[in-house]
T-cell receptor
């Protein structure tokens, strides 16, 4: 079993829909990260979470430490949100970073 | 600032050939990293460096070598290329060792045939 699991693997939605991407992990972590990889390949960091919830524009990230689960939400989705969203965790024991396989999101106009 | 630059963007290698992937950052970051991303898989750390003259292995170092002679440059060397090294390679840098602080380069798509 992978230490970081994301679901769904692929998601296609209509413009304006509310999007949820999930991330579950099985190890002790010091932080969880959400990154965005654009179709051209560039990767940018969106959020770093160690508890609670963070919001940036139309993006909201939440984490439940007890359940070892995080969600990334996109409100009022737009075609420019089409990208691969990657969950990564920084492990407690050695600060090693483990990346999920990513969720490919496609928003249709 | 250009951020993190990588060259080349694309490369096709024959089995057994060697090449160096270049990575340069102009942000005076201490930490630099090399990742590979295989189709349908998460990023895997190949090597990283905490400063000039210091490098360390990541999760998948076999078949690769690195050096860090300056703060700015962190080249990745492939000796005796193999089809298993077909991947997209990303270089990244950060001031501190945190994913959220990492700036990624645009990637190099390498095919070994």
């Amino acid at each position: 079993k992978n230490e970081v699991e994301q679901s769904p693997q692929n998601l296609t939605a209509q413009e304006g829909e509310f999007i949820t991407i999930n991330c579950s992990y099985s190890v002790g972590i010091s932080a969880l990260h959400w990154l965005q990889q654009h179709p051209g390949g560039g990767i940018v960091s969106l959020f770093m979470l160690s508890s609670g919830k963070k919001k940036h524009g139309r993006l909201i990230a939440t984490i439940n430490i007890q359940e070892k689960h995080s969600s990334l939400h996109i409100t009022a989705s737009h075609p420019r949100d089409s990208a691969v969203y990657i969950c990564a965790v920084s492990m407690n024991r050695d600060d090693k970073i483990i990346f999920g396989k990513g969720t490919r999101l496609h928003i249709l106009p | 600032n250009a951020g993190v630059t990588q060259t080349p963007k694309f490369r096709i290698l024959k089995i057994g050939q060697s090449m160096t992937l270049q990575c340069t950052q102009d942000m005076n970051h201490n930490y630099m990293y090399w990742y590979r991303q295989d189709p349908g898989m998460g990023l895997k750390l190949i090597y990283y460096s905490v400063g000039a003259g210091i490098t360390d292995k990541g999760e998948v170092p076999n078949g690769y070598n690195v050096s860090r002679s300056t703060t700015e440059d962190f080249p990745l060397r492939l000796e005796l290329a193999a089809p298993s090294q077909t991947s997209v390679y990303f270089c990244a840098s950060s001031l501190i060792y945190r994913v959220n602080e990492q700036y990624f380069g645009p990637g190099t798509r390498l095919t070994v045939t």
